[in-house]
């Protein structure tokens, strides 16, 4: 069973930038996937961004260009930053990591860009 926890949300003023955190309560294997998700009120819940264990990245197009994710497979982290963030990236991002059938969520952290 693995735990995920994320971190680092709050109110940033659009243009500003932002860095979210996830850190996992057991080993995240590198063939698992992490990712980002982001549900804004009243939106389906959607893809931000996600990193496979080689590194390689699916991000979406509504923050391509001004993202960046890593993870730390060793530390069982994995951070999300955001550059030149913009009003409608408000929402709760929530942490993911699947593998083979096995998904886990975090619990979601709240991001509110001022305009």
């Known amino acids: 069973q693995v735990q995920l926890v994320e971190s680092g949300g709050g109110l940033v003023q659009a243009g500003g930038s932002l860095r979210l955190s996830c850190e996992a309560s057991?080993?995240?294997?590198?063939?698992?996937?992490l990712g980002w998700y982001r549900q804004a009120p009243g939106k389906h819940r959607e893809l931000v961004a996600t990193?496979?264990?080689?590194?390689?990245?699916n991000v979406a197009d509504s923050v391509k260009g001004r993202n960046a994710i890593s993870r730390d497979n060793a530390e069982n982290t994995m951070t999300l930053t955001l550059y030149n963030v913009k009003p409608e990236d408000t929402a709760v991002y929530y942490c993911?990591?699947?593998?083979?059938?096995?998904?886990?969520w975090g619990q979601g952290t709240q991001v509110t860009v001022s305009s």
């Open positions: 990193i496979s264990g080689s590194g390689v990245t």
């Open positions: 993911n990591a699947h593998y083979n059938g096995r998904e886990y």
């Open positions: 057991g080993p995240i294997y590198e063939w698992y996937t």
